[in-house]
């Protein structure tokens, strides 16, 4: 017999505490299992009544309270950020790159690319709430020189001016706007200090990333 859920003690009236207190809002159908005996039907349903957003198929976000009767959809950085949390854990999902420049704001226009660093290798994934694509890039996220920052979903990690500078110029072109880039590391490389510059570009061997970044500074 499938477990009603509306019989436990909810704050969405439907959804149970523990999906609505998941990391970043964001969980996968297979964690709602252990609550329905029939979760694809029953998270359909939470959905229709704007209970949940599913952001891609299989992946479903708790809308906020205050947004339950209007249109709502979390910014893609945001988005990626939940979904990679519900995959891998929110200590080993990291927005890197052209993400990490927008969250810091040194890339202003909206992007179609989230590009989050995650310990193993997952292919892209194409969002069904938007016309977007999340990427993961196999890193060793316990190295990366990362830090907290809060978003309409809750906490997550983004790596720092430092390491986003040396990502960038290491890949300019992971998340389709190369064009970006230049500009992002300028803007960012103002927040930089530049002994932990050097000393990331040395431990993760990205020295000719540190040259390209100081040739964008000198050649606008």
């Known amino acids: 017999m499938e477990k009603d859920a509306t019989s436990q003690p909810t704050r969405h009236s ?24 029939y979760p ?30 209007r249109r709502w959809l979390p910014g893609l950085e945001a988005t ?6 519900a995959v891998f854990d929110a200590d080993h999902a990291v927005l890197m790159g052209i993400s990490a ?14 590009v989050v ?12 709430d938007r016309d977007a694509i999340v990427r993961f890039v196999t890193r060793d996220t316990d190295n ?16 720092t001016p430092e390491q986003t500078v040396l990502d960038l110029a290491h890949r300019p072109d992971l998340g389709d706007s190369a064009t970006d880039v230049p500009t992002a590391v300028r803007t960012l490389y103002r927040r930089c200090d530049p002994e932990q510059l050097d000393r990331l570009a ?19």
Not at 14 to 37: C, D, I, K, Q, W
Not at 55 to 62: F, R, S
Not at 153 to 159: A, I, K, M, W, Y
Request: net charge positive.
């Open 14 to 37: 439907g959804v149970p505490p523990e999906l609505a207190r998941m990391p970043m809002r964001t969980f996968t159908a297979r964690n709602a299992a252990a609550f329905y005996s």
């Open 117 to 128: 660093a995650v310990p193993r290798q997952r292919a892209a994934l194409r969002l069904t």
């Open 40 to 69: 694809h039907q029953r998270l359909s349903k939470l959905t229709a009544r704007g209970l949940l957003h599913r952001p891609a198929h299989g992946y479903y976000t708790v809308v906020p309270l205050d947004h339950l009767d």
């Open 144 to 159: 990366l020189d990362a830090e907290t920052i809060s978003t309409e979903l809750g906490s997550t990690l983004v790596t």
């Open 80 to 85: 990626a950020a939940g979904i990679a949390t």
């Open 202 to 220: 040395h431990a993760q061997r990205l020295r000719a990333a540190l040259d390209r970044v100081m040739g964008m500074l000198e050649y606008p």
């Open 101 to 114: 420049a927008r969250v810091h704001g040194a890339i202003p226009r909206a992007l179609a690319v989230a």
